[in-house]
């Protein structure tokens, strides 16, 4: 969570700086930095997701070192999990801070004839970015252990791929379908990788063990 805030620190102030020296008045010019801005960002996050990855390497060799048995009591996928929950609960608290922000007023949602679904599909999309984090965590972590530089520009791909989609609003199907196929991609990707099977989901709906 501390290393996702540090990367939106350093993206928004970017953002912020290229605002400022900008034209506040050349629309075009702003919402180019607008998309600069959040791409910027995700290539941000996912640099902080390898350094994360970088920093928690280093941790296992030490509790390797310092286990009797020259092992150590937590995997890399286990940490590959934790981190993207990290990552995945800390964008969505930052997502649900601008939402109440929105919801305090001055205006009302949908009272020019726009979409009144902007909170419900905010909280959707809050939901599945908080999934695919998690998700992505563990691919990305099994493409640096395996040195399978694919699977980490396929996160890459799809972080850029989900937040662009974003710019389609107030158009929700556009941004909200797309981003829940990829959820149920990467969910299905970072089960087989973490030694999932098809066996395994029988059994479990079975409740067989």
Partial sequence: AFFWLV?????????????????????????????FGVMFSVLLQEVFRFLYYKLLRKAIEGLVALSEDGCSPISIQQMAYVAGVGF???SGAFSMINL?????????????????LYFLTS?????????LHTFWG??????????????????????LAV??????????VGSLVPSYLLMAIAAIWAYLLSGGSAQNVRRFLLCKS
């Fill in 7 to 35: 990367s939106l620190l350093l993206s928004s102030l970017i953002w912020f700086i290229a605002v400022k020296a900008s034209d506040p008045r050349d629309e075009p010019l702003q919402r180019g930095l607008l998309i």
């Fill in 88 to 90: 995945g609960l800390m």
């Fill in 100 to 116: 109440l922000a929105d919801a305090l007023g001055p205006g009302t949602v949908g009272i020019h004839g726009d979409s009144q």
């Fill in 123 to 131: 909280a959707f999309m809050t939901m599945v970015l908080i999934f």
């Fill in 138 to 159: 563990i691919i990305f972590f099994h493409g640096c252990e395996h040195r399978r530089w694919w699977e980490i520009a396929a996160v890459v791909i799809m972080h």
């Fill in 163 to 172: 937040s662009g989609s974003t710019f389609c609003n107030p158009l929700y």
